[in-house]
């Protein structure tokens, strides 16, 4: 999608019965190529999913991007047991030691549970969230996108369920679905 593009706003007509149905296809299609691991088009493909009760003209032709996806085809994901590069990531990195708060606690393992082969792979979720997105209902939209080592594994692209009134409270909605994901790994 282009920048401060806001398809809520688009006034023009309505898409007959034919044109309607297409719509749907074409959002079921792009639907289907994110589960494919085009994680790229998530956003958009999320944002546009919304008008499917009611397409317009304009919200068609913004779902045709098979020349996007036909001029940058490597997009895809790679499969990589190297954490992706962060540049702003803390020198530092911090270690909690709980063991001596939690000393009586012992973790129960299935003893059928396989044991590890190789090196542990590092855990990255990174979260945003764009404070007022649907200009005329005021909703946020976040994003959330799990790694395991260099691999994004899930990744989400969600309108939150009520109004925020600031870019902080949308973030802490964007937050609170990472943990989610990280309570779901």
């Not at 007959?16 to 956003?43: A, F, K, P």
């Not at 649907?134 to 939209?141: A, E, L, P, V």
Request: charged share 25%; with cysteine.
């Amino acid at each position: 999608m282009k920048t401060d593009d806001h398809p809520e706003e688009d006034d023009t007509p309505l898409l007959n019965n034919v044109r309607h149905r297409e719509y749907q296809s074409l959002i079921g299609m792009l639907q289907w190529v994110v589960t494919l691991c085009r994680v790229d088009i998530c956003y958009a493909t999320s944002s546009m999913s919304r008008f499917s009760v009611a397409p317009r003209e304009g919200h068609l032709l913004r779902v045709l991007i098979w020349g996007y996806l036909k001029k940058y085809p490597n997009h895809a994901l790679n499969i990589s047991n190297i954490p992706p590069r962060n540049e702003d990531k803390i020198s530092q990195k911090t270690i909690i030691d709980f063991a001596n708060q939690y000393s009586y606690a012992k973790e129960e393992l299935d003893i059928h549970f396989p044991i590890p082969v190789g090196e542990e792979m590092e855990v990255n979720i990174y979260f945003d969230s764009d404070h007022t997105h649907d200009k005329r209902t005021g909703r946020s939209i976040s994003g959330v996108v799990v790694f395991v080592g260099g691999t994004p594994i899930t990744w989400k692209s969600k309108r939150q369920g009520g109004v925020q009134t600031s870019t902080y409270g949308a973030e802490i909605s964007s937050m609170r679905l990472a943990v989610e994901e990280a309570i779901t790994i």
